[in-house]
T-cell receptor
Framework: GQNIDQPTEMTATEGAIVQINCTYQTSGFNGLFWYQQHAGEAPTFLSYNVLDGLEEKGRFSSFLSRSKGYSYLLLKELQMKDSASYLCAVRGGSYGNKLVFGAGTILRVKS | DAGITQSPRHKVTETGTPVTLRCHQTENHRYMYWYRQDPGHGLRLIHYSYGVKDTDKGEVSDGYSVSRSKTEDFLLTLESATSSQTSVYFC????????????FGPGTRLTVL
């Protein structure tokens, strides 16, 4: 099976940098996704990693280490609108090509 | 934004009644998925479809059935709703190629009394 762990909640200050970690155990691996979900809304796609290393997209970056079963999402220059839940999802393993999601990390940005 | 709609957006029903949720897409994507989202559990896959009339079970399929008679529509049916099926239901679509990113619909909030 698959197991995905993320911290439940984090708090950070506007303008700062925050790193949200995700660790996973899977019998197969075919990519890791990060989604952002504001309260009461649908998840929206942020990033995709399938090879080791860092993918940068503006203020958001995502890192993957397949050997360690580890990823992080880095948010720079935090804004109040970044307050949301961040979902880590892994493709592969017992559910074939489908995604398995972690429970999500609630990020609160304070002024 | 991917063209995905869900209906209804909100529904309150009673235990034992049948309920059907609809997902409609305008992207002509091959894959469609139904998830439920509950506090502390994240998104869990109920059923998915990899083409017209082609469906398979996900992680939490008991008590649910699906049908896909057209590329654009994927229906989720609760044959006899129970209080444990109170949840937010999300539909997602993916093209089945490239990164095969899944894009989500706006969700349906279902309450079973």
């Amino acid at each position: 099976g698959q197991n995905i762990d993320q911290p439940t909640e984090m708090t950070a200050t506007e303008g700062a940098i925050v790193q949200i970690n995700c660790t996973y155990q899977t019998s197969g691996f075919n990519g890791l996704f990060w989604y952002q979900q504001h309260a009461g809304e649908a998840p929206t796609f942020l990033s995709y990693n399938v090879l080791d290393g860092l993918e940068e997209k503006g203020r958001f970056s995502s890192f993957l280490s397949r050997s360690k079963g580890y990823s992080y999402l880095l948010l720079k220059e935090l804004q109040m609108k970044d307050s949301a839940s961040y979902l880590c999802a892994v493709r592969g393993g017992s559910y074939g090509n489908k995604l398995v999601f972690g429970a999500g990390t609630i990020l609160r940005v304070k002024s | 934004d991917a063209g995905i709609t869900q209906s209804p957006r909100h529904k309150v029903t009673e235990t034992g009644t049948p309920v059907t949720l609809r997902c409609h897409q305008t992207e002509n994507h091959r894959y469609m998925y139904w998830y439920r989202q509950d506090p502390g559990h994240g998104l869990r896959l109920i059923h998915y479809s990899y083409g017209v009339k082609d469906t398979d079970k996900g992680e939490v399929s008991d008590g649910y059935s699906v049908s896909r008679s057209k590329t654009e529509d994927f229906l989720l049916t609760l044959e006899s709703a129970t209080s444990s099926q109170t949840s937010v239901y999300f539909c997602a679509i993916s093209a089945g190629q490239g990164t095969d990113t899944q894009y989500f619909g706006p969700g349906t909030r279902l309450t079973v009394l």
